[in-house]
């Protein structure tokens, strides 16, 4: 791939321009998945998640969604265990989406008799287990994402078994149940491809219908507060990821040579594209979907693999970097790579490519570090938790029994000095479902002895404990 410069700003110093190719950590293909009978494409989604500081990568396939243990790259692990198949697989399956929320993974698939699953992952690199499996609600879904902050997942282009709808709102206020709080869309646009949410508003892209922003806050009358059906370079409108000031949206049309679109939504009123910008190739380039994280802007681009452009001015973005997963030269049809996940703690990318399976790519991103790695607005809960496991600073340990815990439990404590510590029970979205007053803990070994509601309900529970030294969390059972 060659790099490409904007003839209107040679005058720039070179080195705002610098590009370089990633480096590939980790490959993963597996030859018995069968590839789809139009493009060969045995891959779809890909995602990521953190257990206990382990980073897993997530990919969905032809025959279902398979877990790989990346954490340490140079020595990959295939968690074969682990694999969920998909309720319908095979050759006829091409999209098959994925989203995390909690301990949590939900996948939906685009053909076939397929279903909302919900995948328990807590317990990787042993095993997951499928918590809910049904087409009541969703038998295929083009896309799923999901507002962390308000509880709430957005499936799209979705057919249940009384037919098709644009788009439906579901309550994640129980993880493992799902209740949909409405649908929107139906007499307003064919479809909605995708969506990005945030604080209950959403970015909708709309296949030929454009771009429409919906505040969905109260479900039983959703406004549309914007809308952009005709724009410079349109095409099929598929994706986009909002900036973190909320100001600029970045919107792909996956079609031939259709730059991604820098368009600037800071008043709905007045949506305006205001950038294009693209891989450098520019005639076979076809953007799929994007992300951003810090001051970056992670693309995938079917035929031109992984481009990342610096959003430091989000307006202006700059390509920074890339890596081709398809270097076969190709000018039309569906090849290459399909998602991104830049979210790890590590700053590893995670790229799907649809005939070649996962990549992991050595980060970019070098402001990421162990200690700056707080930007999880796209990891679960559960990741959050569990990072903070034992970390080198606490002066304690602790040991809980009995496990499951029961109304009464206790906390065996080992600690260097005596000091204060604060402890809080978290469910798996992060919500605090008991704390304690502040307790002495002397210095050596020392058991304290708490005490539960009766009524909490059983599953997976996260107890932080807060001490001067440090802290630590410390998954339990109920």
């Not at 897993?56 to 020595?75: E, R």
């Not at 949206?249 to 079609?255: S, V």
């Not at 009464?408 to 404590?413: A, K, L, R």
Request: charged fraction near 15%.
């Amino acid at each position: 791939m060659k790099p490409f410069f904007l003839s209107s700003l040679l005058f720039l110093p070179l080195f705002l321009f610098a590009q370089f190719e990633a480096s590939m950590l980790f490959h993963w293909d597996d030859p018995s998945i069968p590839g789809t009978n139009a493009y060969d494409n045995a891959y779809n989604d890909v995602w990521g998640v953190v257990v206990d500081g382990r980073e897993f990568a997530v990919i969905g396939s032809t025959q279902g969604v398979h877990f790989i243990d990346v954490t340490d790259p140079a020595n990959a692990t295939v968690l074969d265990h682990a694999f969920v198949p998909g309720a319908d697989a095979g050759a006829h399956l091409i999209h098959r989406d994925i989203k995390s929320y909690g301990c949590y993974l939900y996948a939906v698939a685009d053909e076939g008799s397929s279903s909302l699953q919900i995948i328990d992952y807590s317990f990787l690199p042993d095993s997951v287990s499928v918590v809910y499996d049904s087409s009541e609600e969703i038998v295929q879904a083009h896309n799923v994402f999901i507002d962390e902050e308000n509880a709430r997942m957005y499936a799209v282009t979705l057919n249940d078994p009384n037919g098709f709808f644009p788009l439906r709102v579901f309550s994640l206020e129980n993880p493992e149940q799902p209740v949909p709080l409405g649908d929107w869309g139906q007499g307003i646009v064919g479809h909605v491809h995708d969506a990005y949410v945030r604080d209950n508003i959403g970015y909708l892209n709309c296949g030929g219908d454009g771009f429409y922003i919906v505040d969905f806050k109260d479900m039983s009358n959703p406004t549309i507060l914007g809308s952009l059906t005709t724009y410079p370079q349109q095409g099929y409108n598929h994706s986009g990821w909002l900036s973190n000031d909320g100001a600029y949206y970045y919107m792909a049309d996956e079609t031939n040579n259709k730059d991604i679109k820098v368009l600037d939504v800071s008043e709905f009123f007045n949506i305006r594209v205001v950038e294009t910008i693209n891989s450098g190739n520019t005639v076979r380039h076809i953007p799929h979907n994007q992300l951003v994280r810090g001051n970056y802007m992670y693309s995938s681009y079917y035929h031109d693999g992984i481009q990342v452009f610096d959003i430091t001015d989000p307006a202006q973005p700059v390509r920074y970097a890339y890596y081709d997963t398809y270097p076969t030269e190709v000018t039309t049809g569906y090849f290459g790579a399909w998602g991104v996940y830049p979210f790890l703690p590590s700053g590893n990318i995670l790229v799907s490519d649809m005939q070649s399976g996962l990549y992991v790519l050595g980060k970019v991103d070098m402001s990421i570090t162990p200690s700056s790695s707080s930007d999880f607005s796209a990891l679960s809960q559960c990741g959050m938790l569990s990072s903070l496991h034992s970390p080198p600073s606490a002066n304690f340990s602790v040991a809980v029994f009995p496990q499951p815990i029961e109304e009464q439990f206790t906390v065996e404590f080992n600690t260097k000095n005596t000091e204060d510590v604060q402890l809080s029970l978290f469910d798996l979205t992060g919500r605090i479902v008991e704390k304690w007053s502040e307790k002495r803990i002397p210095q050596g070994e020392f058991t304290l002895n708490l005490s539960i509601k009766e009524d909490l309900a059983q599953g997976v529970y996260f107890l932080r404990i807060l001490g001067e030294s440090g802290e630590l969390t410390h998954k339990i059972i109920k």
